[in-house]
């Protein structure tokens, strides 16, 4: 073995069907700055030239969703080595914990079911049969034509912080039969891998493992992105993850090389004067903000930061109060996130001492943390840290409302219909009821698109007029 191996985590490629080992190139985790080691990247290996079709092209999406759920059903971390052997890797580069981790599988085997898979090609195409084969129409002129949803040419910029993201793509990638590259991010560059091998054990032979590699090469290598980021390998960069992330990809596009972006989203909580109707609808709803704020110890997009409140001061201060409590209770019952970093954490100090201006409940230790003031604070809450914003009416909270604000969740749920458009027009992409942030619509769309329908080549055959 590499002698650089034995003091660094080793993250094996999956090219074409294939799992490659190595020692080849070290790294470091965004996250912990942890080494790890990875083999050399061969531009060739992961390139398919375009005069071939794809593995998945001929097959039927009814075969491809079976093989789906089949490994779906796999996705036992008590019975799957790989999974194990995964869990304990990330669990080195990435401040996720063993429980974070945990739900996120039990998620992702949930997701891969059949008639959930199903449903989410139903959601994003009007007729499912376009994956198959071309779908005739005559317009109101009398032309006839023909439509597909051609498969694509795929590079997916993973995310580090959600392993169930790694996932989904990679079913999604094959639901519409796509050739497909997924760049893996350096706090998790082993979910991917661990999926496809679990792959191998259903059918070592299949379509869908050899349409996927899965590789690390650091973000911003210009002799890895300007040799593969060109249209004649690719048709769109499906890219998560940061503003420098997403801004790395843009200058990479060119006519032909699209982008499908999630961008970067901080989600908020809106909470009306009704949460002071009385003591037990104040505890309720406190339990249901903790929820939002610490849903995956507040990684998650998902996972609210700011609090907009209705409610005199007194008042406020009763709920922020109660929600420090609940957000105890919370970890008690999942896990610590990570402590603020030093800087954070003293400027919080610093506030505390402000109690003109500001109040805060908690400590900066990752067991939950609030923050009340008149304005949403100049820095991004995170480590349990819930921002709490006294209004004097929700409306009046969506002037803070841009399109980085991914979910929002509402209580009372009677005033969502009252809020969603001014949401919307904001830039707001899902409204839920407070509490139900990490509960997913199956196929609704996901930042304001439905990613299926935006990864396929949509092809038209025009026939003239009909006969």
Not at 82 to 111: G, S, W, Y
Not at 307 to 323: A, H, P, S, T
């Amino acid at each position: 073995m590499n002698q650089i191996a034995d003091t660094a985590v080793s993250a094996p490629f999956f090219i074409q069907g294939k799992v490659v080992e190595g020692a080849d190139a070290r790294h470091r985790s965004r996250d912990l700055d942890v080494e790890f080691v990875t083999p050399g990247l061969d531009l060739d290996a992961v390139v398919a030239p375009r005069t071939q079709p794809g593995p998945l092209f001929d097959v039927p999406l009814a075969e491809i969703i079976d093989f789906l759920a089949e490994t779906g059903q796999r996705m036992d971390l008590a019975r799957n080595p790989f999974l194990q052997e995964c869990v304990d890797r990330i669990a080195m580069t990435n401040v996720m914990t063993p429980k974070v981790l945990d739900a996120n599988l039990k998620f992702a085997a949930h997701f891969l079911d059949k008639n959930i898979l199903m449903e989410h090609v139903e959601q994003n195409f009007a007729d499912p049969r376009v994956l198959d084969d071309w779908s005739p129409r005559i317009d109101s002129q009398g032309r006839r034509s023909f439509v597909r949803a051609f498969p694509p040419r795929l590079i997916h910029v993973l995310p580090g912080n959600s392993p169930v993201a790694a996932i989904q793509s990679i079913a999604f990638g094959a639901m519409v039969k796509a050739v497909n590259l997924f760049k893996m991010g350096s706090s998790d560059p082993f979910m991917a891998v661990a999926f496809l091998r679990t792959m191998l054990e259903v059918d070592p032979d299949h379509p869908v493992p050899r349409s996927m590699s899965a590789v690390y090469w650091r973000g911003g290598d210009e002799a890895v992105e300007r040799a593969i980021y060109r249209p004649q390998f690719f048709d769109k960069i499906v890219a998560w993850g940061g503003g420098d992330a997403i801004s790395n990809v843009i200058k990479y596009l060119m006519p032909g090389l699209q982008l499908v972006s999630f961008d970067p989203k901080t989600s908020i909580s809106m909470i009306g004067e009704e949460v002071f109707e009385s003591e037990a609808t104040l505890d309720q709803v406190a339990g249901a903000a903790a929820r939002d704020v610490g849903m995956s110890n507040q990684e998650a997009c998902t996972s609210s930061r700011f609090i907009f409140i209705e409610g005199e001061r007194n008042k406020v201060d009763r709920f922020c109060e109660r929600l420090s409590q609940k957000l105890l209770e919370h970890t008690a019952s999942t896990s610590k996130a990570p402590a603020l970093p030093r800087d954070l954490a003293e400027e919080v100090e610093t506030l505390r001492m402000m109690d003109d201006e500001f109040g805060v409940w908690g400590v900066a230790d990752g067991s939950g943390l609030v923050i009340r003031s008149d304005d949403p604070v100049d820095f991004h809450p995170i480590g349990k840290t819930a921002n709490v914003v006294m209004v004097p009416s929700l409306k009046q909270a969506l002037r803070f409302v841009n399109v980085a604000t991914q979910t929002v969740g509402i209580y009372p749920p009677a005033r969502q219909v009252e809020l969603r458009d001014g949401l919307a027009s904001g830039g707001a992409q899902r409204v839920v009821r407070l509490g139900d942030a990490g509960g997913m619509s199956i196929g609704a769309p996901h930042d304001a698109m439905y990613p299926m329908h935006r990864f396929v080549h949509w092809i038209v055959h025009e026939d003239g007029l009909a006969e």
